[in-house]
């Protein structure tokens, strides 16, 4: 399984779009500042993720969440529904 995941700083209340094959593990690499773009912006939280069966389609997403705003802005408003229900 592949992941596309947001996370959202603790810091700065940015967000960052990525993937990978084990969710648990990257989250904790970002947390730990294993990684080199967001080791400033520590802590994350997980606030969605979605899961596919194949690496393409997983990075297909994860371009068009990052690339294409309108997207993402649908997917923001879909999460801040949800929590707020």
Same mark, same amino acid.
């Given at each position: 399984?592949? $992941? /596309?995941?947001?996370? #959202?700083? *603790?810091? &700065? &209340? #940015?967000? $960052? @779009?990525?993937? +990978?094959?084990?969710l648990?593990? =990257? @989250? ?7 990684? !080199?773009? +967001? %080791?400033? =912006?520590?802590?994350? %939280?997980? /606030? ?6 194949? %690496? !393409? &389609?997983?990075? %297909? ?5 990052? *690339? ?5 802005? !649908? ?7 949800? /929590?707020?229900?």
């Amino acid at each position: 399984m592949y $992941y /596309v995941y947001i996370l #959202k700083s *603790l810091k &700065d &209340d #940015k967000l $960052y @779009i990525g993937y +990978t094959n084990n969710l648990l593990r =990257r @989250i904790k690499e970002h947390n730990s500042k294993s990684n !080199q773009s +967001t %080791k400033s =912006r520590t802590p994350f %939280k997980l /606030v969605y993720y979605e899961a596919y069966h194949n %690496k !393409q &389609d997983a990075t %297909k997403r994860e371009s068009n969440l990052k *690339l294409h705003a309108k997207a993402l802005t !649908q997917l923001l408003i879909r999460i801040r529904n949800s /929590v707020a229900s």
